[in-house]
T-cell receptor, first 109, second 115 residues
């Protein structure tokens, strides 16, 4: 079956750095996405990786290792507004997005 | 900035009734999707739609569900004979090409409550 694993919850301090890991086992791979979702709202796109390596986008970076079935999202200079769930999603061989359960990130002052 | 819109924002219905959830995708997008998220659980793919037909559907998308693009702008999800377990947030999304990195843009969702 298809499986995406990420930690359920993480806590970090305002101004710090946090890394959210994601491992996946899917039928085929056509890219990995990270989305942010605030409670009661829709997911919003953060990043996309299809080749191995690091993609940097402002305070957010995403890394992919296809051979290890592994990705992480790195958030720097954390702000209170970054408190949200972070969803890892993989496009499988049918180009369907398979979603992880999300990591709830709690930012403390 | 163009966005996906959904109506209604909240729908309450009685078990056994039919509901239609409506979406207006971004105008130059070609691919449309419906997702479901039960409260506190993961986002689940329901169906994708391209060129006026279903391109992929999940195991969840059984005969109880149907989708339609009745005109050039709307994209609807019909749920027949609703059950308590259909209570969830339903998100519509749209994207441009399917097989590239293009992100899916999500609408704000319709919260369906079945009583």
């Amino acid at each position: 079956g298809q499986n995406i694993d990420q930690p359920t919850e993480m806590t970090a301090t305002e101004g710090a750095i946090v890394q959210i890991n994601c491992t996946y086992q899917t039928s085929g791979f056509n890219g990995l996405f990270w989305y942010q979702q605030h409670a009661g709202e829709a997911p919003t796109f953060l990043s996309y990786n299809v080749l191995d390596g690091l993609e940097e986008k402002g305070r957010f970076s995403s890394f992919l290792s296809r051979s290890k079935g592994y990705s992480y999202l790195l958030l720097k200079e954390l702000q209170m507004k970054d408190s949200a769930s972070y969803l890892c999603a993989v496009k499988d061989s049918n180009y369907q997005l398979i979603w992880g359960a999300g990591t709830k990130l709690i930012i403390k002052p | 900035e163009p966005e996906v819109t959904q109506t209604p924002s909240h729908q309450v219905t009685q078990m056994g009734q039919e509901v239609i959830l409506r979406c207006v995708p971004i105008s130059n997008h070609l691919y449309f999707y419906w997702y479901r998220q039960i409260l506190g659980q993961k986002v689940e793919f329901l169906v994708s739609f391209y060129n006026n037909e279903i391109s992929e559907k999940s195991e969840i998308f059984d005969d109880q569900f149907s989708v339609e693009r009745p005109d050039g702008s709307n994209f609807t999800l019909k749920i027949r004979s609703t059950k308590l377990e259909d209570s969830a947030m339903y998100f519509c999304a749209s994207s441009r090409p399917l097989d590239t990195s293009y992100e899916q843009y999500f609408g704000p969702g319709t919260r369906l409550t079945v009583t």
